[in-house]
């Protein structure tokens, strides 16, 4: 899953802790005689094995097209044994880290001549999107590009704010995550307290975490 660079302009914070952090979840399994084909497959596996555990914690809903994904790969023993693999390092090494991941990919480096650049975002700060509470902001150039988002959110019954600016870049992240059901699902819908822990695990209070 990719999403346009435009689309993440405000949500790109974390990129290099956690493209270190997959570097560190992967490194096990590195191996300087991988060939192009073969990284990309360990690296589209990761990506699987993280986001699969990041949907059943914010039970997202896209965390049945997910589900289902990894049902039929894992027909393959290989994909199978990598996904699981990862999905235990995962909740064992790296359970206080849950960002989803929307593109893994290789750049030049120095391990096996690639290294990993990483974008995510954090859920937690979209707990409600679309809703009284917590409209979606979305930026597009156009009149008739307003117009069929706001066609396509009423069918759902969603709330979006949509500004038509072209002096701006457009930025329809928000809107992706409400159609793709990369956002908290309605049982995880309810914000934490200002003082208590933070669920997206950084041992801060929300207040001095993600609502920021």
Known sequence: M??????????????????????????????????????????????????????????????????????????????????????????????????????????????????ISVTTFNPVKYINLGAKLRPAIVNVQTEEEALNILMIVDKHGWLVITEVREDLPENKLEFRLLIEGLHPGVSYQKAPLRNEPCPCGSGKTYRRCCEK
């Open 2 to 115: 990719a999403f346009k660079s435009t689309d993440l302009v405000i949500d790109m914070n974390n990129t290099a802790l956690y493209s270190k952090l997959m570097m560190d979840f992967l490194a096990p399994i590195l191996l300087d005689t991988d060939t192009e084909e073969i990284l990309k497959k360990k690296l589209s596996n990761a990506q699987t094995s993280w986001n699969y555990e990041i949907a059943k914690k914010y039970q997202m809903p896209a965390f049945e097209e997910l589900q289902r994904q990894v049902s039929t790969n894992s027909a393959d023993k290989e994909y199978k044994t990598l996904f699981e693999y990862f999905t235990k390092r995962k909740n064992t090494g790296f359970s206080s880290y849950n960002n989803f991941i929307t593109e893994i990919q290789t750049v030049p480096g120095k391990i096996g001549g690639q290294t």
